[in-house]
């Protein structure tokens, strides 16, 4: 057997072994982590299965395993400042896992990592060491069947207990380390402490569960969490010095070195900054391909930090200009194959990079030119801290991330107060609104209670309610429980009243649950024996396995058992199917017309409008909307089949369906394909489990109606159809008819005739501007009647009638250069708001006289202001009544800013 030396052949050999031993291959799960509030990113093979390891999801398999993308970059799994010093330390990582789901535990566990280390990959057992949680007596039974007990060691909590989060399942844990240096020299004192003993697999005894209040429960099956980093186990068959030299770190690197034509000496010398590159590059590139974006909150902070400090690295390397973009080429040609969400969407990945750098290396030199400014200044201070407000205004103002901060900081000798940053943040974002409204609550703990009570009564399978929105508009099925103001109603009790709110549990439903952009279904819940109606507003999942209808009864009562008549609002669901079929010929067409870097970045399907975002880096001009719409169109009028057909994940990927950013699917996916009848060849292809229409042409209409930019590199089309379409052309065309009727012409000539009353309108404009000018210059003869002298000063302050700011300044510059008045304050009240102007003869300015000061003081009796130049300037006020009183009071200011000649 060969043994396996590539990542590629340690992670397909990995994958086969365990599924040779009756586990499921599970694909990677999306590196943002939607399931659980208290992760922003999965970091562990285990997220995916929280719910199967918790009892509250069943799956059709007891054993999986998988390689799973990671990130760990929050919290106390944070190892930022790790990577690129540390040899072993990475923000983004691929967890080689094997689960078992109330299964198998300890014993098999054991022998399974045994197995395919010392069989399949061969490692010298001398190597490899045990470790065990210090009161874990059954592991170290399993473990002395393969290491001597020396080789066996117990440590506590801080090393042998594993936890997923602040709240989940965890338990003792056994970790196997592999020592890299000289045979001889290895000794249980180096075991968690000397990096020569080199973590490669955590085996994690899943008992328990952490709930908010930080107390351990018992699960209800003891399963098997284990994570072995794909990382550190290359670099073992590869021989290598770090992690960093092995085959999924080398390519990036010998790339940089290419691009920046240094030596070996030189790479060796920079050897920190290579890493951090390598690592970030990276992570922003899986990250990007999982649907992230930069932003200044959540996931879009974090991976705006890591390019951005990717970026610093870079330029203290010697790039000039974006070059991340380099990274992302090498990364998808080298694991595109298994992760082909990366060669899916090179060209966005590559764009987003792009575009992000060069937003930062517009401000890059501007902010560490004043941190090496704030540097020097603290330093004459005797300071060693950068504090919190600095540190955030460094952020806010110039786009430098915290963690750059420190970065820098930490070269010069100084520290950054992070709590005094974060303070800083979290208060601006209280004054911006950010944050300033809390999230509905679906009360998950009383729905869990709920389901897990229907199933121990045998009320509910364990996979929950039967959610079936595709077999029709209406079913029967027994009311299972009540809830109404977060307590479930006893059988003894009754919902009943005129608008009285509650949720209505049913054993089966056909109300579709919000997913995908498709907004859910509504309509009504009725026993028809007594006549009693609750309409359903919303429809939700709050927990695996159970669906909520959420609404009020309109009258009558209801009971616990009784049978219900559960019926969709079937109009307003056909209408969201058009829009819904629509987004699938949509994203087809905008790909063919835009590129095929366009891919769905998420949408909203609603029964008046579809929504839909997409990857693209430029606004879409009318001329391409049009031909798009067009397309569109005709998709619709070849009434094209649409069908649904469920087909295994990797099958549906692999033969072609596209998957929406991010998103989490199951093993077996339902996709749409559209155009496929053996007759037709294959007009679209996408995992949806959306209701869509049977036939293209039942959307009937297309029409775009809004197109602008939502994010960096994310634009966003709205459009309506079907029904929407119709009143929109309807409204569109009465428009027209009503204009043709008020210009006595027909709807053909109605562009000449309006361009032609625009040019009429443009014309008599001109005229009265002209007009308005000449009547203001006549004013000249009686505005110079007005000068008063002030200490031997020419002084006129005027109102003028019918003026704007501009011919205000027309009249001043005419009547200073006829040298009539050595200070001008001429005003006008357009719009009923009083303006100024005020003019300074050049020789008055050495006198102290400044026209801006003299125009601020005028507006400020008008409850204005304003201000400018010495020789010019303008001001404005809100009280009109008072502008007499403010000219008048011109004098006055002049002569208390003269100096003496």
Not at 1 to 7: A, F, G, Q, R, Y
Not at 759 to 782: N, P
Request: proline share 4%.
């Amino acid at each position: 057997m060969t043994v396996p030396k590539t990542s590629a052949e340690i992670r397909k050999a990995f994958l086969e072994f365990f599924e040779e031993n009756g586990h499921k291959v599970v694909p990677s799960s999306p590196l943002p982590n939607h399931d659980n509030p208290t992760l922003l990113f999965t970091n562990a093979g285990m997220n995916q299965f929280t719910d199967v390891f918790l009892g509250k999801e069943k799956r059709d398999y007891h054993r999986a395993v998988s390689a799973q993308k990671c990130m760990r970059i929050q919290g106390k799994q944070n190892d930022l400042e790790n990577v690129g010093p540390s040899v072993r330390h990475h923000t983004m990582f691929e967890m080689l896992g094997n689960f078992s789901f109330g299964n198998y535990f300890k014993e098999q566990a054991i022998d399974f990592a045994w197995t395919f280390l010392t069989g399949v990959l061969q490692l010298d057992k001398q190597r490899l060491w045990a470790t065990i949680y210090t009161d874990d007596d059954e592991a170290e039974r399993y473990w002395q069947r393969h290491l001597p007990p020396e080789r066996i060691l117990r440590f506590g909590k801080k090393d042998n207990f594993w936890e997923m989060g602040e709240t989940g399942p965890c338990g003792p844990c056994s970790e196997i380390h592999y020592y890299l240096g000289p045979l001889a020299e290895q000794t249980a004192a180096g075991v968690n402490v000397d990096d020569a003993y080199l973590e490669l697999w955590n085996l994690v005894f899943m008992q328990f569960e952490r709930d908010e209040s930080g107390e351990l429960h018992p699960l209800p099956h003891p399963s098997i969490d284990t994570g072995m980093g794909l990382e550190r186990v290359a670099r073992v068959m590869q021989d290598g010095d770090s992690n960093y030299d092995t085959d999924l770190f080398l390519p990036v690197m010998d790339r940089l070195q290419a691009l920046l034509g240094h030596s070996a000496a030189e790479r060796a010398d920079q050897c920190v900054a290579y890493r951090v590159i390598a690592d970030h590059g990276r992570a922003a590139t899986f990250l990007i391909g999982d649907g992230v974006i930069p932003g200044n909150v959540g996931e879009g902070y974090v991976i705006r930090m890591i390019i951005r400090r990717a970026a610093r690295f870079g330029r203290n390397l010697g790039f000039t200009r974006p070059f991340l973009a380099e990274v992302a080429d090498v990364l998808v040609d080298t694991m595109g194959d298994v992760y082909p969400e990366l060669r899916l969407r090179r060209e966005h990945i590559k764009h987003i990079l792009t575009q992000e750098e060069v937003r930062f290396n517009r401000t890059l030199d501007s902010a560490l030119a004043r941190l090496d400014n704030l540097l020097a200044e603290l330093r004459q201070q005797g300071e060693t801290q950068i504090d919190g407000d600095t540190a955030f205004t460094l952020y806010a103002t110039y786009g430098l991330p915290l963690e750059i901060t420190r970065d820098v900081a930490k070269e010069h000798d100084f520290t950054v107060d992070e709590a005094g940053f974060n303070a800083a943040r979290d208060a601006h974002a209280q004054a911006s609104g950010a944050g300033a409204f809390g999230q509905y609550s679906m009360g998950a703990d009383v729905f869990g209670d709920v389901l897990a009570e229907l199933v121990r009564a045998g009320r509910l399978p364990a996979s929950g309610v039967d959610y079936d929105p595709y077999s029709g508009p209406e079913m029967e099925s027994e009311i299972l429980a009540l809830v109404q103001d977060g307590q479930t109603v006893t059988s003894a009790g009754a919902a009943q009243g005129a608008g009285a709110k509650l949720s209505i549990i049913t054993g089966a439903t056909p109300f579709y649950v919000e997913a995908g952009g498709e907004v859910s279904d509504t309509g009504v819940i009725a026993i028809p024996e007594t006549g009693s109606e609750f309409r359903v507003d919303d429809t939700r999942r709050p927990i695996p396995g159970l669906v909520i209808h959420i609404g009020e009864i309109v009258r009558g009562a209801f009971h616990l058992g009784q049978t219900a008549l559960l019926r969709v609002d079937d109009a307003r669901r056909w209408d969201i199917r058009r829009n819904h079929t629509a987004t699938h010929l949509l994203h087809r067409e905008l790909r063919a017309h835009l590129g095929t870097h366009v891919t769905q970045a998420g949408s909203l399907v609603a029964p008046d409008r579809l929504r839909f975002d997409f990857t693209h880096a430029h606004a879409v001009d009318a001329d391409q909307l049009a031909a798009i719409e067009r397309a569109v169109n005709k998709a619709i009028w070849r009434d094209l089949p649409v069908n649904a057909l469920h087909m295994k994940q990797k099958e549906a990927v692999d033969a072609g369906a596209m998957a929406l950013f991010g998103e989490k699917y199951g093993d077996i996916v339902r996709t749409i394909q559209i155009g496929s009848n053996g007759r037709q060849p294959l007009y679209s292809f996408e995992l949806c489990g959306g209701l869509h229409v049977n036939q293209t042409g039942e959307i009937g209409l297309f029409h775009f109606i809004h197109e602008e930019a939502v994010a960096a590199g994310i634009r966003r089309v709205e459009a309506v159809t079907g029904a929407g379409a119709q009143a929109f052309v309807s409204e569109r065309l009465g428009a027209l008819a009503r204009l043709s009727h008020k210009l006595n012409a027909p709807v053909a000539e109605l562009e000449t005739r309006v361009e032609t009353l625009l040019a009429d309108h443009k014309a008599l404009q001109k005229a009265h501007e002209s007009l308005r000018r000449r009547l203001l210059l006549a004013q000249f003869d009686e505005l110079a009647a007005q000068v008063r002298t002030v200490q031997g000063v020419s002084v006129l302050a005027a109102a003028v009638a019918d003026a704007d700011a501009e011919g205000l300044r027309e009249l001043a510059d005419r009547l200073r250069d006829r040298n009539i008045g050595d200070v001008i304050v001429l005003a006008s009240v357009p719009d009923e708001r009083p303006i100024l102007v005020a003019m300074v003869q050049k020789p008055l300015l050495a006198r102290g006289v400044h026209a801006g000061n003299l125009a601020r003081e005028v507006a400020k009796i008008m409850g204005g202001g304003g201000g400018g130049r010495p020789d010019m300037a303008q001001a404005g006020g809100k009280d009109a009544a008072s502008l007499p009183a403010a000219l008048a009071a011109v004098p006055g200011l002049v002569a208390g800013a003269l100096r003496p000649a």
